[in-house]
């Protein structure tokens, strides 16, 4: 299973991610200028926190975009060590998460897939995180947790949760159950490629139960 063969559920998680805390990390930013003039050492603090998360994010971005995984996973430690409650550090968990997953560490990637869902500090990133995880999980054959993970409020991402929860039933060998996810996902009334070719694939539940008795 590719973990991450849908790279539109980062993006959209972004785009949320930013209209949710954009305006909060531009004004952090600009006390800079403010704290010059006589604002509290506290206020001081604060902004220059914001700018070493900022800096620190677009190093982490960097790397990740140029496919340096140790780098980005060096950049993703620092924000769990050092701006464990930064606005950023959710998304810098996700995309270190996905640099571990590149070099084939399931463990650290789960931990860090865990780490971005525990933040809290956006719905769209913790959507994406549990998503991931719970293909993770589904790879491991630990189908009630994969299972677990997708409960709840699934947002602009319940198609894709959809389609996780029929590839959980595919592995459990639950071809009806399968089946009748992947018609959901479809009947949701987005194109949707994959999941018509893993359909295709099931046939007929008698077809599936001939092969495998």
């Known amino acids: 299973m590719n973990t991450y063969d849908s790279e539109q559920e980062q993006l959209e998680a972004l785009q949320k991610w930013w209209k949710e805390n954009g305006r909060a990390v531009i004004s952090g930013v600009a006390l800079g200028a403010v704290a010059i003039i006589g604002w509290s050492s506290w206020q001081v603090y604060t902004t220059q926190q914001a700018e070493k998360a900022s800096l620190h994010y677009d190093r982490l971005l960097a790397s990740a975009k140029d496919s340096l995984y140790e ?10 060590e050092e701006l464990p409650t930064s606005g950023y550090a959710a998304l810098a968990a996700l995309i270190t998460a996905k640099a571990a997953f590149r070099q084939n560490d399931m463990e650290k990637a789960k931990k860090y897939l865990q780490l971005a869902i525990d933040q809290k500090k956006s719905e769209a990133v913790q959507r994406v995180a549990r998503l991931r995880l719970a293909r993770l999980l589904t790879d491991e054959k630990k189908w009630d947790d994969a299972m677990a993970l997708l409960d709840g ?10 389609e996780a929860r029929g590839d959980i039933f595919l592995a459990r060998g639950n071809w009806d159950e399968a089946r009748s996810a992947y018609e959901r996902v479809l009947a949701g009334g987005k194109s949707q490629v994959r999941v018509r070719m893993k359909l295709d694939d099931l046939g007929s539940g008698d077809t599936l139960r001939d092969v495998h008795d």
């Not at 780098?71 to 769990?80: A, L, M, R, S």
């Not at 409020?153 to 959809?162: P, Q, T, V």
Request: charged letters at 20%.
């Open 71 to 80: 780098q980005t996973i060096e950049q993703g430690n620092f924000f769990v």
């Open 153 to 162: 409020d699934a947002g602009e991402f319940a198609n894709l949760y959809e």
